[in-house]
């Protein structure tokens, strides 16, 4: 199977790739691959946190480095890779395109296939995207609790439902995975990674307001939200990811 690539440049961005594309074009080429009927192509999120995990993850590089898009989800991104000369021209967050490509396939007839989160928040999710886009095709839906011998099963009522777009509402390192093997098995053509987007979507969980999303602090948000839970994490994180980045600095001078 002949696999497309971005139509920009691809990075490499501290042993993870990254793609130079706006949120406009990465919007404009997913419309014109499943208009044109191209084979499968998978759409992955680089953040802080992803590469860190990354770094020992062989796997999980090597699932990002076959995806079709891998765009920057996190303004800091942006920053930190004009220090590696990488020109990233926007941030592209899995929610936000997640909403975009709902609002395009209801104008353009596409249909969406949902996967993961528990039963009540897909159903919820659906819920409320059939309330904003009454006429949207929702091919199917599923939530994302399964087993090894259930894969086949959950592919083959994918495929049968003819989708256009194909959301996994899985964790990290779990929707690239399921993603990455399954590609060849998959036939639909755009196949995106959600992580907690049905949570969102459903109105679960809420978003960072507006000027802390612009300002890339929904980090901030989310810890002010679960400070014990997530304090340490954030920081272990950060830290470890400061320590690659600034041993990358030092060696490629």
Known sequence: MSIEKPVTSRHDFLGCPIDSLSFEEVVSEVTARITSGSPTS?????NVAKIVKAQRDDRLREALWEGDFVVADGKPLLCFGRGLKIAIPTRVNGTDLMEKLIEVSDKRGF???LFGAEQNVV??????????YPNIRIAGYRNGYFCDDEINGI?????????????????TPKKEFFA???????KVPIVQGVGGSFDVLAGSVNRAPKWMQNYGLEWLYRILQEPRRLFWRYLSTNIKFLWIYFKQILFNL
């Open 42 to 46: 998978l759409i992955h999120f680089l």
């Open 111 to 113: 249909s969406i296939y």
């Open 123 to 132: 159903e919820k999710c659906v819920e409320k995207i059939k309330q904003k």
């Open 155 to 171: 592919i083959c009522d994918i495929n049968e439902s003819s989708s256009d777009i194909l959301f996994i509402g899985l964790p």
């Open 180 to 186: 990455y093997d399954n590609r060849t098995k998959l």
